[in-house]
């Protein structure tokens, strides 16, 4: 990791419900997780039903 750039510009996420590949834009915020936001919703209910605490 090159701590001279931000992390956010390194990271080479997925969607962690689909799996396809995420653009990152540049500048202050978090990490992309997912496409759109019923992909998050989806990837929640699916976590939840499983017996996680999300």
């Known amino acids: 990791m ?5 992390a956010k510009s390194q990271c080479n996420a997925a ?3 689909c799996g396809a ?6 500048g202050p ?3 992309r997780q997912f496409c ?3 992909h998050g919703k ?3 209910t699916r976590m939840r039903a499983l017996g996680f605490d999300l």
């Not at 590949?21 to 540049?26: F, V």
């Open 42 to 44: 989806a990837y929640r």
């Open 36 to 38: 759109d936001g019923g």
């Open 29 to 31: 915020g978090r990490v």
């Open 2 to 6: 090159d701590y001279t750039k931000s």
């Open 15 to 17: 969607c962690l419900h």
């Open 21 to 26: 590949t995420l653009e990152q834009k540049q």
